[in-house]
């Protein structure tokens, strides 16, 4: 089978969205948003993660095609930006378009801190400062303990710094299905006011513990890798969309894909990668309209196995 680009399978379905940003801001159907369980403020269901994407070095053409992107999404009612040190010049590049397009009150900014080899203090205290520059604001919406891998890692520091006023939320996060043990009595003892998790409709062992865990615990849940580093593009490629998609006002593959992690009763909202304007409309669209319920979500999951 012929793999086919993201591109080019919206285009062969005549779906490639042209829309202006301008255009998209004026539609009707607005955005879904969902409550955050700790706080009840109200966040939109598509974000943007920023790994990969937007770690280039020096290129003018990539800087300003990602401005477009962050622009799209704010137009388009988005807000979520889910960035970390450990993605190479992201933060940096967060900041500085955040600052001239003008747009910090209108974003919910997210990072990270830590990795898998430990969560030394002074380090942390030293990742928070740093990010801080680089994201040009003093208050970090979210701060994230990244790849939690320790049962008995403690949200202790992230509380001082919410207590603080540096930071409006706590969470943890990892993208490693090795890790899924280990969250689990973090999840349980520790309470995060967020859960980053990797999850897709190719992906779903998080669905077994994490998941209802999290619901459970108050958080509001995060999820990562939702097209499974485009593996859930390569199975589809060359194939018309079922004809349950009208169902739920998909015209796309992205849009089932979301649409489909986001009919999860524990899952809070999405952030795929996304270096393309046109795709940011894309995801955007999954965040509206009707979304399946617990018949068709079954649906959706039978017709992904048979693929």
């Not at 974003?107 to 740093?130: E, I, M, V």
């Not at 409709?201 to 580093?229: C, H, M, Q, Y």
């Not at 849009?255 to 952030?271: D, G, N, R, W």
Request: glycine share 8%.
């Amino acid at each position: 089978m012929t793999r086919l680009s993201r591109r080019e399978i919206l285009a062969a379905a005549g779906t490639l969205p042209f829309l202006s940003a301008s255009a998209l801001a004026q539609a009707p159907s607005a955005l879904h948003k969902r409550a955050i369980p700790v706080s009840g403020e109200m966040l939109p269901v598509i974000g943007i993660g920023t790994a990969v994407i937007f770690e280039f070095t020096d290129d003018p053409v990539q800087y300003a095609e990602r401005k477009a992107v962050l622009r799209t999404l704010v137009a388009g009612g988005g807000s979520l930006v889910d960035t970390a040190p450990a993605y190479g010049n992201a933060e940096g590049h967060i900041g500085r378009l955040t600052a001239e397009l003008g747009i910090r009150d209108k974003l919910f900014l997210a990072t990270k801190y830590g990795g898998r080899g430990g969560f030394d203090r002074a380090a942390a205290q030293a990742s928070l400062k740093n990010s801080q520059a680089r994201l040009t604001t003093r208050k970090i919406d979210l701060m994230q303990a990244w790849n939690v891998a320790d049962p008995n890692f403690d949200l202790g520091l992230l509380r001082e710094w919410k207590a603080a006023g540096v930071i409006r939320y706590t969470g943890i996060t990892s993208s490693m299905d090795a890790a899924y043990d280990a969250l689990a009595p973090v999840l349980r003892r520790e309470k995060p006011d967020f859960f980053q998790i990797n999850y897709s409709i190719g992906d779903r062992e998080a669905e077994e513990t994490l998941l209802p865990l999290a619901k459970d615990s108050g958080a509001a849940v995060l999820t990562n890798l939702p097209f499974g580093r485009k593996s859930v593009f390569q199975k589809v490629a060359g194939k018309p969309l079922p004809e349950w998609a009208g169902e739920i006002d998909c015209t796309s593959w992205a849009q089932i894909f979301l649409k489909f992690i986001l009919s999860h009763p524990a899952v809070t909202a999405v952030i795929p990668g996304t270096d393309k304007p046109d795709y940011m409309l894309d995801n955007l669209a999954a965040g509206r309209g009707r979304m399946p319920d617990a018949a068709l979500r079954k649906r959706m999951a039978d017709h992904w196995a048979s693929l």
